[in-house]
C-alpha cells in the first residue's frame, strides 16, 4: 500500500470480519444472548481494533464500508430486524460506534505519551500552549498547521484538548479509558443531533463530568 490509502488492510478487515459473520449467523439461534454477544466480543471486536488508530486515515467511503459490517455483527449478535437503530444497538452492546470507538483510543494513546508511558519520542511531538490564553489555563496543546489533517501532531493534539480537564488527571490508563468510553457512550444517547462521521479529523467533543463516573 505505496500511498497508505490502507485499503489492503481494511480488506482484509472485511474478509475477516464477514468468515466469522457467517458463522455467527448460523449458530445463533442455538447460543443463548450472553453467548452471542462474547463471541461478538471476543472474535469480532479485535479485528476492527487491530491498528485502528493507524487505518483511521483511510478514505471515509472506506471507512463506512466497516461501519456497515460493525453494525451487522451487533444486530447478529441481539438477533434483532436489520433496521434497528444502530444507537439502540450500540447501547444493549456497550458498544462505541466505530469511529468514536478509534477516537477513544487515539485518545487514550494520548494519556500514555502525555504521561510518560509511551517511547518519549511521540511527546516531542508535542508543546502546550504558552503565553495567558484560555488554551494555555487549560493546559492544552498546540495544534499544528496540516495540509492533510492527518498527521499525528494535529489529530492527537485535537483529540487531547477534546478531554475535559477533570479526566486528564487521573491516576492510571485503565480508568481513564474506561471513563471516556462510558462518558462518550451516554453523551451520544442524548444528543439529537449526534451522527456518525468518518472523517478521520472530526472530533468529537468528550462531555465535561458525569455524576456516574
Not at 1 to 6: A, E, R
Not at 99 to 126: C, D, E, V, W
Not at 178 to 185: D, F
Request: aromatic share 10%; net charge positive.
Amino acid at each position: 500500500d505505496k500511498k497508505l490509502s490502507f485499503n489492503e488492510h481494511i480488506t482484509k478487515i472485511e474478509k475477516k470480519v464477514s468468515k466469522r459473520i457467517g458463522a455467527m449467523y448460523r449458530c445463533k439461534s442455538l447460543l443463548p444472548l450472553k453467548y452471542r454477544k462474547m463471541f461478538a466480543n471476543a472474535l469480532m471486536l479485535p479485528i476492527f481494533d487491530y491498528l485502528d488508530t493507524i487505518y483511521s486515515r483511510a478514505g471515509k467511503t472506506r471507512l463506512n464500508d466497516l461501519d456497515i459490517l460493525y453494525k451487522k455483527v451487533a444486530k447478529i449478535a441481539l438477533d434483532v430486524p436489520t433496521r434497528e437503530r444502530s444507537l439502540v444497538v450500540y447501547k444493549e452492546m456497550k458498544w462505541l460506534p466505530l469511529h468514536l470507538r478509534r477516537q477513544a483510543h487515539l485518545t487514550t494513546y494520548m494519556y500514555r505519551i502525555i504521561n510518560g508511558i509511551s517511547p518519549s519520542k511521540f511527546m516531542n511531538k508535542f508543546q502546550y500552549v504558552s503565553g495567558g490564553s484560555r488554551d494555555a489555563n487549560k493546559c492544552n496543546l498546540s495544534i499544528p498547521k496540516s495540509k492533510t489533517l492527518k498527521d499525528l501532531s494535529y489529530i492527537g493534539a485535537k483529540c487531547w484538548n477534546s478531554v475535559p480537564t477533570d479526566l486528564r488527571d487521573f491516576s492510571d490508563v485503565c480508568t481513564f479509558s474506561k471513563t471516556i468510553k462510558k462518558r462518550l457512550l451516554e453523551s451520544i444517547q442524548d444528543n439529537p443531533n449526534y451522527r456518525i462521521d468518518n472523517l478521520f479529523s472530526s472530533i468529537y467533543e468528550i462531555p465535561v463530568s458525569s455524576l456516574l463516573d
